[in-house]
């Protein structure tokens, strides 16, 4: 089995341990409350990893040890071990096609790790289970994105946010699902998975799927209510043969996917087309 540990750099560690000068000038604030918490959160998410590496060795098993953010080929994995929290756990979600995901929660105190069903306590048990063909393995859908302009195609595990990439500015777009073609003017609209609903998209209104459910879901946000202005486009649960496509009214639009790591530029005229993926992500979900 080829394993990939793939995990992330603490806030702790990027924002002060490397930067000694920013660390001087914080002063007083280093002794508050907030700043012991991001230290605590960097001691336990360390410890958990070299945990995980040290259980890995035990049973030796060869593994590649990587940060969030290299370049990798995850083709070559047959299992990829996140250690992290749900940021951590999307990015290879993004990035795998065949293999099988498997999110490890560093610091369960303080990361929500919806995604992570390992964390440090149970972390030998469940790996014994998935050596033995025992574990649990889910198919979460995923989106897949089209880009007009041939930007390669993604799969997007969790959600996406088409908007201005000014917050204080008008999202201007027009919004096509079946025979409705709509202008709209908002903040932006979310489009999610079922897996993704209870981020993003729930917080702007939307429904709490099943995880494992095959449908997706929009939401327009915050829709301009202006005189004679009326809108049937305004969020939906769609069904999986069901597609989206969003055209840019915008000279600066922007296209967030699973957060705010993934950005592509969506500028006047170019179009979007949004669909349930025809590969699924597997997922060790106990």
């Keep these: 089995m080829n394993i990939l540990l793939l995990y992330k750099n603490s806030t702790y560690a990027g924002y002060f341990l490397s930067d000694r000068k920013r660390l001087a000038q914080l002063g007083e604030f280093l002794n508050s409350e907030e700043i012991k918490r991001f230290r605590r959160t960097h001691e336990n998410h360390f410890w958990s990893l070299s945990y995980v590496e040290t259980v890995l060795k035990l049973r030796k098993l060869k593994f590649t040890k990587a940060c969030r953010g290299t370049s990798l080929d995850y083709s070559r994995y047959d299992l990829i071990i996140t250690v992290g929290g749900d940021g951590t756990f999307l990015e290879a979600a993004r990035q795998v096609k065949e293999g099988t995901v498997w999110g ?16 440090p306590k149970n972390f030998e048990v469940l790996l014994d289970r998935i050596l033995a063909g025992k574990a649990r393995v889910r198919k979460f859908d995923r989106l897949s994105l089209v880009f007009s302009d041939g930007t390669q195609s993604m799969d997007v595990l969790n959600d996406i946010l088409i908007c201005h990439h000014n917050p204080g500015a008008m999202s201007r777009y027009l919004l096509t699902i079946g025979k409705i073609r709509e202008e709209q003017r908002s903040s932006g609209i979310w489009i999610a998975t079922a897996a993704g609903s209870s981020g993003g998209l729930h917080s702007a209104g939307g429904k709490i799927l099943p995880p494992e459910a095959q449908g997706f879901q929009y939401k327009a946000r915050e829709l301009y209510r202006g005189k004679n202005i009326h809108y049937h486009l305004k969020g939906d649960i769609l069904k999986p043969s069901q597609k989206i496509t969003v055209t840019s009214l915008m000279r600066e639009g922007v296209v967030f996917m699973d957060g705010s790591h993934v950005c592509l530029p969506f500028s006047f005229g170019a179009k979007i087309v949004i669909k349930r993926s025809s590969n699924p992500l597997k997922i060790i979900f106990e």
């Design 104 to 119: 490890i929660n560093s610091d369960p105190s303080w990361s929500v790790g919806r995604f992570c069903s390992g964390n």
